[in-house]
């Protein structure tokens, strides 16, 4: 990442879901995986000066191995860290909205 450019959670929660291991973001049980930006929450990613947390559900029979390496290659490179919690797995059904 280029010094000085903003990190976009909302590109981040769009490559993310575009992710063919992810069924959808996660927030966390309490929600506590979000960024709050003027006028709107980006549930599922997390942005802090020292990383990146991203919430998602995965898609089984994926091990979570895989979808940790491809969500990382989702966001990119950012100059920090990017951790990935997976919060749930599912078998079957539509990516969520």
């Known amino acids: 990442m280029t010094a000085g450019v903003e990190i976009d959670a909302g590109r981040i929660a769009t490559a ?18 979000a960024t709050y930006l003027p006028g709107r929450r980006v549930p599922g990613v997390r942005i802090r000066p020292e990383e990146i947390t991203v919430g998602v559900i995965g898609r089984y029979p994926a091990p979570v191995t895989d979808i940790g390496r491809e969500v990382r290659a989702a966001v990119g490179p950012v100059g920090r860290a990017v951790h990935v919690w997976i919060g749930d797995i599912t078998a079957d059904g539509p990516r969520p909205a």
Not at 16 to 33: F, N
């Open 16 to 33: 993310v879901q575009a992710c063919p291991l992810v069924a959808g973001l996660h927030s966390g049980r309490l929600g506590e995986i």
